[in-house]
């Protein structure tokens, strides 16, 4: 829902901001005034392209700003999420337009494309009058509306799955038949599968082999190493570091009645001879394993340039040739049933098609029946609007239903005819303004504001009608306004009366230069301005009698 909006420099429009609420917000004010200025300052906000003579002469830059509550969950969050634009809850539009032609945009203060900005404010307002930016007149946003009217959203579920899975199956076949002769790779598969099963290619075997090598490779200087420690330690040609011990700690025993931390120390000792021993112990294990047959190390050396030369060959690192071995593994599978998979993929896909069939039939039948409904409750408001013998209908164009379509199984045209005799047309053909944003009204408040968009603008909604009609207009402005925000853009005092709030719209030179003010309207404002807009330039006592009549009945 918008909640605020600022305008400078724009047009006509020196500073202005506006504060919104729920329910319907009528805009009025003399023609010229510039209540239109507001429609399309959100036009800009919604990414038109615009040029520099929307910026107001004398000015820079005109700067655009709009504040939306987006509830958590809605689509705009969504998108916001999605785009990496989310800033806790927040849903800013900022938009400037250099007098030099020249345009930014921003989205919680960090810079956009118009086209994000385009797809943001698609999922926020939806703008009805003689304008492009219209959501109705975009098939897509068609058949939106009408899926919603339908509550089928257990249908669309389904067609959209059978959609995912039929098009899977498609992708599949597809990869399999672009294969085409496998045969000779199969047999380069084979070879090289062949090489890499010939070692042993786990982790562990590998690292153990360049711990061997390298141990093999250093054998010399092992067993010098080995041999002087254990001279050392044993003793060879002096008394050995364990006799050593012994001996002092002998010597010490005989002390040990005179200074009790002796006896600590022989503890220690004892735990040091034992110790040593230990080391002995391995370091002769570690001297006769050195003793291996010299042959040994010519065969490791042979061993670990067969793998060097195998991960050289596949262009991966020592560790990742086990790897490889799966990857070339579970390609020569595939390859080899690829051929039975095509059979079974054939029986799958017709399946999947019949699926997808089954559940776009059960959706057909509820766009239909809805399609119905819609038809004739909007055609009955048409007639309720001023254009008697006007018709609605909804189109639906059945799809060749050879390729999996999420969105089901037909297209949807919404078709209008404005006059008794006339033949249906595309709503986005017609060609009157004010006719099309009433028909816009009609779908929309036969919807009963179904329109995921929250908030929905009809500019000049009321053009080239009067009396009873407009006031019917204005009841139905006001009954969407219970399901969705609406802004009106009207001149007309019966549909301006069923607003919840109300702005005014004035010009006047301000320094020689015409300029307008925008301003919200209390409860004797509004009785003055509808007096206005009711008695022209000379506002009677009956025109202030009709003001009131006409806000007292609001409904």
Same mark, same amino acid.
């Given at each position: 829902m918008l909640r605020h909006l600022a305008i400078k420099d724009f047009a006509v429009v020196r500073a202005a901001e506006l504060e919104f609420g729920e329910g319907m917000t009528v805009i009025s004010g003399e023609t010229g005034a510039g209540k239109s200025l507001l429609v399309d300052a959100l036009g800009f906000l919604s990414g038109l392209r615009a040029d520099s003579g929307v910026v107001r002469h004398g000015a820079e830059r005109a700067e655009l700003s709009a504040e939306f509550s987006a509830p958590s969950g809605s689509p705009a969050q969504a998108w916001l999420a999605d785009n990496?634009?989310? !800033?806790? =809850?927040?849903?800013?539009?900022?938009?400037v337009i250099r007098a030099d032609g020249?345009?930014?945009a921003w989205i919680n203060g960090r810079s956009v494309t118009l086209s994000q900005l385009a797809e943001l404010a698609g999922r926020l307002v939806e703008i009805h009058g003689q304008h492009e930016h219209q959501a109705l007149l975009a098939r897509n946003s068609q058949l939106d509306l009408l899926d919603a009217f339908a509550r089928n959203d257990a249908e669309r579920a389904r067609v959209r799955e059978a959609a995912r899975a039929w098009s899977a199956l498609l992708q599949e076949r597809e990869q399999l038949s672009g294969q085409g002769d496998v045969s000779d790779r199969i047999n380069y598969l084979e070879h090289q599968l062949a090489e890499l099963q010939r070692e042993d290619?786990?982790?562990a075997a590998l690292e153990q082999l360049v711990a061997s090598?390298?141990? *093999?490779?250093?054998?010399? #200087?092992?067993? /010098?190493?080995?041999?002087?420690?254990?001279? *050392?330690?044993? =003793?060879? !040609?002096?008394?050995?570091?364990?006799?050593?011990? /012994? /001996?002092?700690?002998?010597?010490? @025993?005989? /002390? @040990?009645?005179?200074e009790p931390r002796l006896r600590d120390v022989d503890g220690l000792l004892d735990g040091a001879a034992i110790q040593i021993e230990e080391a002995l112990s391995l370091l002769g294990q570690v001297r006769d394993d050195l003793d291996g047959e010299p042959l040994q190390f010519d065969a490791l050396e042979r061993k670990l340039a067969r793998v060097h030369d195998l991960a050289r060959k596949h262009r991966v690192p020592l560790e990742g040739l086990q790897e490889q071995h799966d990857r070339l593994a579970a390609e020569l599978d595939g390859l080899r049933g690829a051929g039975e998979r095509l059979l079974k993929l054939n029986d799958e896909i017709g399946a999947a098609r019949q699926q997808w069939r089954d559940a776009a039939g059960a959706l057909s039948r509820t766009r239909q029946r809805a399609a119905r409904a819609l038809g004739d409750t909007t055609t009955a408001l048409i007639a309720e609007l001023g254009m008697g013998g006007g018709r609605f209908e909804i189109a639906l164009e059945p799809q060749d239903g050879e390729r999996p379509d999420p969105t089901g199984a037909e297209?949807?045209?919404f078709l209008?005819?404005?006059?008794?005799?006339?033949?249906?047309?595309?709503?986005? %053909?017609?060609?009157? #303004?004010?006719?099309? @944003?009433?028909?816009?009204? @009609?779908?929309?408040?036969?919807?009963?504001?179904?329109?995921?968009?929250?908030?929905?603008?009809?500019?000049?909604?009321?053009?080239?009608? #009067?009396?009873?009609?407009?006031?019917?207009?204005g009841q139905k402005l006001r009954a969407l306004g219970a399901q969705r925000q609406?802004?009106?853009?009207?001149?007309?005092? *019966?549909?301006?009366? *069923?607003?919840?709030?109300?702005?005014?719209?004035? %010009?006047?030179?301000?320094?020689?230069?015409?300029q307008s003010a925008v301003e919200k309207l209390g409860a004797k404002q509004r009785e003055e301005e509808l007096a206005r807009m009711l008695g022209g330039v000379e506002v009677s006592k009956e025109a202030h009698a009709a003001a009131k009549r006409l806000l007292a009945n609001a409904v």
């Open positions: 990496e634009l989310d !800033d806790e =809850g927040q849903c800013q539009l900022r938009r020249g345009s930014r290619l786990s982790p090598h390298r141990r *093999q490779a250093h054998a010399t #200087g092992l067993i /010098q190493a080995c041999d002087a420690a254990l001279g *050392q330690l044993a =003793g060879d !040609d002096t008394p050995s570091l364990t006799r050593q011990l /012994q /001996q002092v700690r002998a010597d010490l @025993a005989r /002390q @040990a009645e005179h297209r949807v045209e209008v005819s404005a006059n008794a005799g006339q033949p249906p047309r595309a709503l986005r %053909k017609v060609a009157s #303004g004010g006719e099309l @944003a009433r028909i816009s009204l @009609a779908i929309e408040v036969a919807a009963l504001g179904l329109d995921a968009v929250p908030t929905m603008v009809f500019d000049e909604v009321d053009t080239g009608i #009067g009396g009873a009609v407009a006031e019917i207009v609406v802004l009106c853009v009207t001149h007309l005092p *019966q549909v301006a009366a *069923q607003g919840h709030a109300h702005y005014r719209v004035s %010009k006047a030179p301000v320094e020689g230069m015409t």
